[in-house]
């Protein structure tokens, strides 16, 4: 795009009712916003050929500015500090995306170039079978590629981390899951991410403290099922009774909730889903027993074969999502 006109810039401050972050002025004045890689990220312009306008962007929080907006409908923003920080869309999970605006830039477009050839359309092998999410290899490769721009990025740290425990390489998940912890130490996913990771290594004693230090950060009823994984992580004993009681205690319905997790990963066929719940559930609930629904046999004779699953149009955004947690059920 165009640069923006001095005019346009100070409107935008007016309509916003705050000046413009310096690093965004500069930029405006080269580009009146970006499309990056077929709308995988947009970043805001002023004027009317701007593909999205800073004035349409709400502005929830005096501290922040919202400056741009992913595929997934996340929001980013530069703080009082000069950070980027990402919002994931209809939630309040906050995630530090970018030690500062250049960097986050530059790591964007490093990590989403991974996912194509030299031709411009996707490069060979870089989604699995579905068609809908990136390879663990390809997501490693995104996550290390951003943090070479970006070594403050916890987000990118974060994504590393999961690329890692997808991979099964545990001990290396657990170090990315600490650096990330360590850049962005009030957010409650990666402590939460780097609980399951030490929990798969059997360092149950730091998955306990993970767990607990993720409750800690979220001070919703959601904590009670973060401390539902510390019970787990913890096993038998006093450690584990403590926690048991603090789960319920910040969420009295979980023992039933966790019942209707385990009945609605049976009825979906996800095994993997329907053991973690029901772990949860005998980790909060000692001594209940779970009783697993009947699978139906499939009859795919009759049905006719699937037809091969679609490119999609654009990779889904490499930014970590909420972390595979609580939220999904388990």
């Given at each position: ?99 500062s605006f250049a960097r986050w830039l ?101 998955a306990v403290e993970a767990f607990a ?118």
């Amino acid at each position: 795009m165009p640069p923006a006109s001095g005019d346009e810039l100070a409107g935008a401050a007016a309509a916003v009712g705050r000046a413009l972050p310096d690093v965004y002025t500069a930029f405006l004045q080269s580009f009146d916003g970006a499309d990056l890689f077929h709308e995988t990220v947009l970043i805001a312009g002023l004027g009317p050929t701007a593909a999205l306008r800073l004035t349409e962007l709400p502005q929830d929080r005096a501290d922040e500015l919202v400056f741009a907006v992913g595929a997934a409908g996340e929001r980013y923003a530069l703080d009082g500090e000069g950070r980027v920080v990402r919002t994931d869309a209809g939630a309040d999970e906050r995630a530090l995306a970018g030690s500062s605006f250049a960097r986050w830039l530059d790591a964007t477009v490093a990590r989403e170039q991974v996912l194509y050839g030299p031709d411009g359309e996707y490069a060979p092998d870089v989604f699995d079978p579905s068609g809908e999410e990136v390879t663990p290899l390809v997501a490693l490769r995104q996550a290390e590629r951003a943090l070479k721009q970006d070594p403050g990025a916890a987000g990118a740290a974060h994504a590393r981390g999961l690329a890692l425990r997808r991979l099964g390489r545990g001990a290396a998940a657990v170090q990315a899951f600490t650096e990330a912890t360590a850049l962005d130490p009030e957010n409650p996913w990666p402590w939460f991410d780097l609980g399951r990771a030490a929990l798969d290594d059997g360092q149950n004693a730091r998955a306990v403290e993970a767990f607990a230090r993720a409750a800690e950060l979220d001070a919703g009823p959601e904590g009670g099922r973060l401390l539902a994984w510390a019970a787990r992580a913890a096993g038998a004993g006093a450690e584990a009774d403590r926690l048991r009681a603090a789960a319920l205690g910040r969420d009295a319905g979980l023992v039933e909730s966790l019942r209707r997790a385990v009945d609605a990963a049976a009825a979906d066929q996800d095994l993997e889903a329907e053991a973690e719940a029901a772990a949860l559930l005998a980790a909060i609930a000692p001594g209940q027993t779970v009783v697993a629904r009947r699978r139906l046999p499939i009859v795919t004779e009759l049905a006719a074969p699937p037809p091969p699953p679609a490119r999609p149009r654009r990779p889904r955004p490499a930014a970590p999502p909420r972390s595979g947690g609580p939220r999904r059920g388990s």
